[in-house]
C-alpha cells in the first residue's frame, strides 16, 4: 500500500473516539506499541522463512497473526480482556529468559515494561487493528515510508508537549555520520539516543560501504549501542533498530547514562565513535549532578553529556555532538568543560548552523562539535553553514536537505594529515587554541568575514536569558556547598 500516512491519521481519528484515551502522548504510546507488535511479527515471518529452527519467544495464542490478523476476529469486550488479562501481563512479566529466545524477550519486555492498554473500547480497538494491518512491514516500499511515519509521530509529540529532545532532522543525521565515518568493526555509541536517527544511519552507512558477508552483518549488528531514558522514545528506537535489520536490539538499553556515577564508567564502557544529539535547554532531576565530579557539576543535561562523551570516547575515539550556542560562550561549569575539551581532544570542527533547523520543535541556534579524543586542540576550524540560494529559514514544509552540505564535504579534507586541503572561505575561518585560551573559552567566535550582527530573535533571546539562569543556579549552588563545607556541615 502507499498512502501510509493516510492509515495513520484513520488511525488517531478512531482512537479520539474512545474514553480510555487521553490526549496526544497516550494515542501515540497506544499507536506505538501495536505497530512494534505488528512490525515483530512481519520480521518473524520474515525470519522463519531464513532460519530452518527460528522459535518465537511468544506463545502461539499471543502472536499477532494469531488474534490480530482477521478482519473479523476478536472484538468488544472479549478483545480488551484478551489485551488486559493475558497480552500485557505476559509481555511484562512471563516472557523466557534464555537462549536465542531469552534474547528476543528480553526485548519485547524492554518495550512492554512501561507501556500500556489505554483504549477502553475493544470494538474501536479491532478498527485500529484492521487498519494497521493493511501495512506490510516486509514490503520494502511500505518500510521506507514508515520513515515518514516517524516523523508524523513526532510532529503529534511535538504538539504534546515532549518532542524537542527526540528528534534530529534527517540531513544532520547523515551529514554528522558521513564526515564521523563509523568503520565496520567500531562501536557507535548515542548515549541519548531518542527514537534512534543517528543509529539507524550509522546502520545504513556501514551497510552501504562495509559490509560484504553475513559474517559483516553480524560484527555490525554488535557495534550498534544507544540508551534512552524515557519509555515512548526507547520503545520507537527498538521498533527503528527492528525495521533496520537488528533482530535482537538488546543494546538499545532503557535507561538514563547519567544515573550512573561517572566514576564508575571506566575502559570496559569506552567506544570508538559517539554520534549523539543530547536533550538541551532542560535541567536534570535532583541528585544527578552529584554522580559528576564536583568541578563537573550542574543541572544542565547538555553539559553532563558533554563531560561523558569525552570520558566515553577510546584514546583516538571520534565524536560529533550537537549543542546550542549557549555551551560556547557560557562560563562557570562550562568553561571548565570547554577547557577539558580543547586540553584532552582535538576539537577540529564547528559547523555553525543557522536558525529553524530544528523547526518547529526549537528556534534555537545550534552547532555540530566534531572532535578525536587523545590529542590536544591546537586549532579549531569554523564553517558557517549558509542557507541555501532563495530561502530565508527552514520549516515543516521546506526542511534543511542534506544536499545542502556538499560544500562542506568538498572542503572538509581528512584528519590523518591536519586537514592540509582546508582554506579559509566566506564560510570558512581557523581560530588558534591560544586565542581561545585568551577569550576564557569563549567558542562563539563570529564569521571574521561578516560585519558585526545583533541578534533580534526572540528564540535566541530567550536561549541566552535560561543560559545565564543556569549559570545563576551553578554559581549558587557551588556557593551552597562552599558555605556548608566552612561551617562544617
Known amino acids: 500500500m502507499s498512502n501510509v500516512s493516510g492509515v495513520i491519521k484513520s488511525i488517531q481519528d478512531i482512537m479520539r473516539k474512545d474514553v480510555g484515551v487521553d490526549g496526544d502522548a497516550q494515542r501515540i504510546s497506544q499507536l506505538v506499541w501495536m505497530f512494534f507488535l505488528k512490525i515483530f511479527d512481519d520480521r518473524e515471518a520474515e525470519l522463519m522463512l531464513l532460519e530452518d529452527d527460528y522459535k518465537s519467544p511468544l506463545p502461539n495464542h499471543l502472536r499477532w497473526r494469531a488474534w490480530a490478523t482477521n478482519p473479523e476476529g476478536m472484538t468488544g469486550d472479549a478483545l480488551a480482556d484478551f489485551v488486559n488479562v493475558q497480552l500485557f501481563p505476559y509481555l511484562k512479566e512471563r516472557l523466557p529468559t534464555a537462549g536465542a529466545q531469552g534474547k528476543r524477550a528480553q526485548v519485547v519486555r524492554s518495550v512492554f515494561e512501561d507501556a500500556y492498554n489505554y483504549m477502553k473500547s475493544g470494538t474501536l480497538m479491532r478498527q485500529v487493528i484492521n487498519k494497521i494491518?493493511?501495512?506490510?512491514?516486509?514490503?520494502?516500499?511500505?518500510?521506507?515510508?514508515?520513515?515518514?511515519?516517524?516523523?508524523?509521530?513526532?510532529?503529534?509529540?511535538?504538539?504534546?508537549?515532549?518532542?524537542?529532545?527526540?528528534?534530529?532532522?534527517?540531513?544532520?543525521?547523515?551529514?554528522?555520520v558521513n564526515r564521523v565515518n563509523p568503520r565496520l568493526e567500531e562501536t557507535v555509541l548515542d548515549p541519548a539516543c531518542g527514537t534512534g536517527g543517528f543509529l539507524t544511519c550509522a546502520i545504513d552507512h556501514k551497510r552501504e560501504h562495509y559490509v560484504k558477508t553475513r559474517e559483516d552483518e553480524e560484527t555490525l549488528v554488535n557495534t550498534i549501542r544507544g540508551f534512552e531514558k524515557k519509555a515512548l522514545p526507547?520503545?520507537?528506537?527498538?521498533?527503528?533498530?527492528i525495521l533496520h535489520g537488528i533482530d535482537t536490539p538488546t543494546h538499545i538499553r532503557h535507561d538514563n547514562t547519567l544515573s550512573r556515577p561517572y566514576k564508575d564508567y571506566g575502559n570496559a564502557d569506552r567506544v570508538n565513535v559517539i554520534i549523539t544529539n543530547p536533550p538541551f535547554g532542560g535541567m536534570e532531576e535532583d541528585g544527578i549532578e552529584n554522580n559528576f565530579?564536583?568541578?563537573?557539576r550542574t543541572r544542565e543535561t547538555a553539559d553532563l553529556f558533554m563531560a561523558l562523551v569525552i570520558k566515553l570516547l577510546k584514546d583516538q575515539g571520534r565524536a560529533a555532538i550537537v549543542l546550542p550556542d549557549g555551551f560556547l560562550f557560557g562560563e562557570g561549569m562550562k568553561t571548565r568543560l570547554k577547557q577539558i575539551l580543547l586540553e584532552e581532544c582535538?576539537?577540529?570542527?564547528?559547523?555553525?548552523?543557522?536558525?529553524?533547523?530544528?523547526?518547529?520543535y526549537t528556534g534555537i541556534k545550534t552547532n555540530l562539535l566534531f572532535f578525536t579524543k587523545g590529542k590536544p586542540t591546537e586549532h579549531v576550524w569554523y564553517y558557517e553553514h549558509p542557507y541555501p540560494e532563495g530561502v530565508k529559514n527552514y520549516n515543516k514544509t521546506k526542511p534543511?536537505?542534506?544536499?545542502?552540505?556538499?560544500?562542506?564535504?568538498?572542503?572538509?579534507?581528512?584528519?590523518?594529515?591536519?586537514?592540509?586541503?582546508?582554506?579559509?572561505?566566506?564560510?570558512?575561518?581557523?581560530?588558534?587554541?591560544?586565542?581561545?585560551?585568551?577569550?576564557?573559552?569563549?567558542?562563539?567566535?563570529?564569521?571574521?568575514?561578516?560585519g558585526e550582527q545583533i541578534s533580534h530573535d526572540p528564540d535566541e533571546l530567550?536561549?541566552?536569558?535560561?543560559?545565564?539562569?543556569?549559570?545563576?543556579?551553578?554559581?549558587?549552588?557551588?556557593?551552597?556547598?562552599?558555605?556548608?563545607?566552612?561551617l562544617g556541615r
Open 293 to 296: 565530579p564536583a568541578h563537573l
Open 400 to 450: 534543511m536537505r542534506f544536499e545542502e552540505f556538499e560544500t562542506e564535504i568538498a572542503w572538509w579534507g581528512d584528519e590523518a594529515d591536519g586537514f592540509k586541503a582546508r582554506v579559509q572561505t566566506e564560510q570558512a575561518w581557523k581560530v588558534p587554541v591560544a586565542d581561545i585560551v585568551a577569550r576564557n573559552y569563549n567558542l562563539d567566535i563570529k564569521n571574521p568575514h561578516v
Open 133 to 176: 494491518c493493511e501495512i506490510d512491514f516486509n514490503n520494502s516500499g511500505d518500510r521506507h515510508t514508515f520513515g515518514s511515519i516517524y516523523e508524523q509521530i513526532l510532529r503529534d509529540l511535538q504538539s504534546a508537549g515532549n518532542a524537542g529532545e527526540f528528534y534530529t532532522p534527517r540531513a544532520v543525521t547523515r551529514f554528522i
Open 234 to 241: 526507547h520503545m520507537l528506537a527498538v521498533t527503528n533498530m
Open 346 to 360: 582535538n576539537l577540529h570542527t564547528i559547523v555553525r548552523l543557522p536558525n529553524g533547523v530544528f523547526a518547529p
Open 462 to 486: 530567550l536561549a541566552q536569558y535560561q543560559q545565564l539562569m543556569n549559570e545563576v543556579a551553578d554559581i549558587r549552588g557551588a556557593l551552597k556547598r562552599e558555605l556548608a563545607a566552612a
